[in-house]
């Protein structure tokens, strides 16, 4: 069962903005902690940013400054602003719940930046 669809990828150069989004099918949206995660070529997937309605958001260091964390509650929805993108953010991009399930990832969508 898929949870659910990301979408916003694509390619652009160094500089560059791109705006994800994450689409939840699921009942309980809002109490959830969501996070984006990426998985760039030749590496292990690893949480970008994390958000819960309460406590607020968090960034890996590499995405403090240059990507934004948001949710919409009533639209079961996590979106990742990400502006000056660099060529080692090339990744395909995925939410999940953080801590992330097993049984929560979606397709992903790639991010191809180039220099």
């Known amino acids: 069962q898929v949870h659910v669809v990301e979408s916003g990828g694509g390619s652009v150069q160094a500089g560059g903005s791109l705006r994800l989004s994450c689409v939840d099918s699921?009942?309980?949206?809002?109490?959830?902690?969501m996070g984006w995660y990426r998985q760039g070529p030749g590496n292990q997937r690893e949480l970008v940013a994390a958000?819960?309605?309460?406590?607020?958001?968090i960034y890996v260091e590499d995405a403090k400054g240059r990507f934004t964390i948001s949710r919409d509650n009533a639209k079961k929805a996590v979106y990742l602003q990400m502006n000056s993108l660099k060529p080692e953010d090339t990744a395909v991009y995925y939410c999940?719940?953080?801590?992330?399930?097993?049984?929560?990832w979606g397709q992903g969508t790639r991010v191809t930046v180039s220099s």
């Open positions: 699921g009942t309980t949206f809002s109490l959830l902690t």
């Open positions: 999940n719940m953080y801590p992330a399930h097993r049984d929560y």
């Open positions: 958000i819960n309605s309460v406590s607020g958001a």
